[in-house]
């Protein structure tokens, strides 16, 4: 089950607002990409245009070019007001309902990606995209753990502590046979190796799982754990943002906070299938203690 488990953190996508909003960002700046150095001197209007599969290729004298369609990348003609790149963008930030704000109270919005940023996702630097409700990226699985993962996740700890758990157990209680009976034939170097590391193992294990495992209860992720919330506030007469530490309205009560991650259905929830109830955009939220925050700075 560990191994499983495992594999599903690896090889699972923890989800990404690229994923929603279709396409690789805009990628603003590499429109075009030139194939061979172009002669300003050339014959612009001998052009001629050809198409291999996509993007289409410009022909300009006997120089190549590679040029993006716009409408290709999502982005439209700047000169049509309908698909400019500022009508693109308008309609992408208009695209998540976000309570999580920068600083300065204007929508979190992710410069490499080209894509607003929803609640609780984060941009990866190692997997170089966003990820929904991103926890962490961790090393051992070379992913990002994340929305749709991040029970797998868990059940990787859960299922990896028990194991070394058992390990731990069932060699001590040899190693305390060899010196209750005087058999000091049955002792060796590997059994005391085998206590020791199980035992290093388990204790950082316990550790790390119950960590997790009470990160679920209270509905928070790693990330969030560190940085805190900037929420927005919905009563334009107040202060724009309130930054808290400690006040996350995402905490809906345990058995809520714990159904979204493991799903509703008791029984699958050693299982590492995720049961995926959203999106990964929107989340619930306590709405008396939301709006008790601005209520009580005001």
Not at 87 to 102: I, S, T, Y
Not at 189 to 211: A, K, W
Request: proline fraction near 5%; include cysteine.
């Amino acid at each position: 089950m560990a191994l499983w488990s495992y594999l599903y953190c690896v090889f699972r996508k923890p989800g990404s607002p690229l994923d929603i909003l279709g396409g690789e960002g805009q990628q603003r700046g590499k429109s075009y990409a030139p194939l061979s150095n172009r002669d300003e001197h050339d014959d612009v209007e001998a052009a001629e245009m050809r198409h291999i599969g996509s993007p289409a290729h410009v022909m300009v004298g006997e120089d190549e070019f590679e040029v993006v369609v716009p409408d290709e990348m999502g982005i439209g003609s700047e000169h049509d007001p309908a698909t400019s790149t500022a009508a693109v963008d308008e309609r992408r930030a208009g695209a998540f309902e976000c309570l999580l704000v920068k600083e300065d109270g204007s929508q979190r919005y992710c410069k490499e990606c080209c894509v607003p940023k929803p609640d609780r996702s984060h941009h990866c630097s190692s997997c170089n995209k966003c990820v929904l409700r991103m926890d962490h990226h961790c090393p051992w699985i070379n992913n990002c753990v994340g929305h749709r993962n991040h029970k797998a996740f868990i059940l990787f700890l859960l299922w990896s502590m028990i194991y070394v758990i058992f390990t731990c157990a069932t060699s001590i209680s040899k190693l305390i046979h060899v010196f209750t009976t005087d058999d000091l034939d049955a002792f060796s170097f590997n059994l005391l190796f085998m206590v020791i590391t199980s035992g290093v193992f388990s204790l950082t294990l316990v550790m790390f799982t119950s960590y997790h495992v009470y990160l679920v209860s209270v509905n928070l992720t790693t990330l969030e754990s560190l940085k805190g919330f900037t929420y927005r506030n919905p009563d334009p007469s107040g202060p724009a943002v309130i930054k808290e530490e400690s006040t996350n309205i995402f905490d809906v009560g345990f058995r809520q906070n714990w159904r979204e991650v493991f799903g509703t259905t008791w029984y699958m929830w050693f299982v590492p299938l995720t049961e995926i109830h959203s999106d990964g955009t929107q989340f619930p939220y306590n709405a008396s203690k939301y709006y008790s925050l601005f209520s009580n700075s005001q």
